[in-house]
């Protein structure tokens, strides 16, 4: 699907335009897999040049209805929270109200989440909010050359400050194991009692820092709380991509 909108910046009026896409992945051991990945798009927030996009990317046996949810009622926590906040305080607030929500809501998200990673445009300005491990990129044509800038980074138990929290409060991050005890796979955040089933769940490790949902892994450092960046926009700015860790 292919959308467009006319806004607004200091300069001059801009067409902003948006499409997007999203297939069930494949996975041979589970051919009926669903597809957990939702996304938003709300324009003209509060009735003004504000635009919010977003990619919510699940795991887990529910992880589908985490998404979903969170798809669903971003954008209203934002537009509340913006009546009276700045765009970065209505992020952080809003990502911890949907965690709430998630928590209060009748889904069994105890080993189930969702990654969401956020841009809002306000004008001539770009705010990227994200928690997980689907990421966003801009694209930015100057001097005959296409440069790629980072909008987010992705959320692993790797990353050194991610790692130290995650210690910190207990947690334990390895990877999966073959039968001869050689490594396999990235690295993974699991409680510190080594314990494979938690409430009848099977745990296999969660390969990300941060999240939305997966309640158990909350116990030992992986949290909701996104990561910021802001910048301007210009003429030189032409596309964003926001996706799943799937397609990156």
């Not at 699907?1 to 948006?18: C, D, G, N, T, Y």
């Not at 897999?33 to 040049?49: A, E, G, H, P, Y």
């Amino acid at each position: 699907m292919f959308q467009s909108i006319q806004v607004e910046v200091e300069s001059a009026p801009l067409k902003i335009s948006w499409s997007y896409r999203t297939k069930q992945g494949v996975l041979v051991t589970n051919p009926k897999k669903v597809n957990q990945d939702s996304l938003l798009i709300k324009t003209k927030m509060l009735n003004s040049n504000v635009h919010l996009f977003a990619v919510a990317d699940g795991h887990g046996l529910f992880g589908h209805q985490v998404s979903q949810l969170v798809a669903k009622n971003l954008s209203k926590y934002m537009e509340n929270y913006m009546k009276s906040l700045t765009v970065e305080e209505a992020f952080q607030l809003s990502y911890l109200k949907l965690q709430q929500l998630i928590n209060e809501s009748q889904i069994n998200a105890t080993c189930s989440g969702t990654t969401l990673v956020s841009v809002l445009i306000k004008s001539n300005e770009l705010i990227c909010a994200n928690a997980g491990d689907s990421r966003a990129i801009m694209v930015r044509r100057s001097e005959q050359k296409w440069e790629i800038i980072e909008l987010s980074r992705d959320h692993k138990p790797s990353l050194q400050d991610e790692k130290e929290r995650i210690l910190k409060l207990g947690g334990r991050i390895d990877t999966f194991k073959d039968e001869k005890g050689n490594p396999l796979g990235p690295e993974r955040v699991w409680l510190p009692n080594q314990s494979t089933i938690v409430a009848n769940v099977e745990i296999q490790g969660l390969a990300m820092s941060r999240s939305l949902g997966d309640n158990v892994s909350k116990e030992v450092g992986v949290i909701c709380e996104p990561e910021l960046r802001k910048l301007k926009l210009d003429e030189r700015d032409k596309f964003i991509v926001l996706a799943s860790d799937g397609i990156w």
